[in-house]
């Protein structure tokens, strides 16, 4: 049973529910240094996966193998057009902030931390990562919420359903997954939480998104480095 992966998507559905009721309420000028802070503590907890990798070597080659194909297929702009064309079909008051929720579901549906818990809970039925994650999330969406507005919480449904889907695949890997390979797929998604972090604090504006190719790449990349004999 997913208790950990239903328990962070609700988190983010309710903080998103309580940040854009909120919202209205808090100044503008609060509201944009809250979300500038969240891009720092998003760099620190990057900084704080990447720090755990087994080897950078194989990291790094799926991060730049990855970017590139991400660049390549152009993969921020085809899902900035899908989520724009789905917006336009809600009743939604306003203009949604594109570039505000292009990192929103980065963090949520994209998030190496939170793939790791989806694999542990899988595997070994140890929900307390995605549970302790699920409180951090409901902060997090309610932050966003506050200048995004409702279309925050509706990011927890796809959210859901790629979780549930490597719910099940960290049941069909799990004999395959080495602590090696873990260990660097948490860095390699710390690099992508690490540059969404300078994207939100508006230090850099980076195409996150084009880099979700490398969550895959790492895998088969830090197993055949493995073989190696270093």
């Known amino acids: 049973m997913p208790i950990g992966v ?3 998507c609700a988190a983010v559905a309710l903080g998103g529910i309580i940040g854009t009721l909120a919202g209205k309420r808090i100044p503008r ?3 944009e240094q809250l979300t ?8 620190g907890i990057g900084i704080n ?9 194989p990291v790094i080659l799926a991060v730049i193998l990855g970017s590139l194909l991400g660049s390549l297929w152009d993969l921020e702009g085809k899902i900035q057009g899908m989520t724009s064309a ?5 009743p939604l008051r306003g203009e949604t ?3 505000q929720l292009m990192i929103v579901i ?3 549906c994209f998030s190496g931390f939170g793939y790791y818990g989806t694999f542990l809970s899988s595997m070994s039925g140890d929900h307390s990562v995605l549970i302790s994650k699920a409180m951090l999330d409901a902060f997090t ?4 919420a506050i200048s995004v507005g409702i279309p925050v919480t509706l990011v927890s449904l796809p959210m859901l359903a790629i979780m549930l889907a490597l719910f099940l695949v960290g049941k069909l890997i799990a004999p395959l997954m080495s602590e090696g390979m873990m260990k660097d797929f948490i860095a390699c998604g710390g690099i992508l939480t690490l540059v969404t972090g300078v994207r939100v604090s508006r230090i850099l504006h980076t195409r996150v998104i084009n880099m979700i190719p490398a969550l895959i790449l790492v895998l088969p990349l830090s197993w055949l480095w493995s073989l190696l004999p270093f």
């Open 141 to 144: 969406a309610m932050i966003f």
């Open 36 to 43: 500038v802070i969240f891009g720092f503590c998003a760099m």
């Open 49 to 57: 996966s990447i720090i755990k990798a087994s080897s950078m070597t």
């Open 29 to 31: 000028e609060t509201r």
């Open 6 to 8: 239903l328990t962070d």
């Open 97 to 99: 902030d594109l570039n």
């Open 86 to 90: 789905a917006l336009k079909r809600l």
């Open 106 to 108: 980065v963090l949520f």
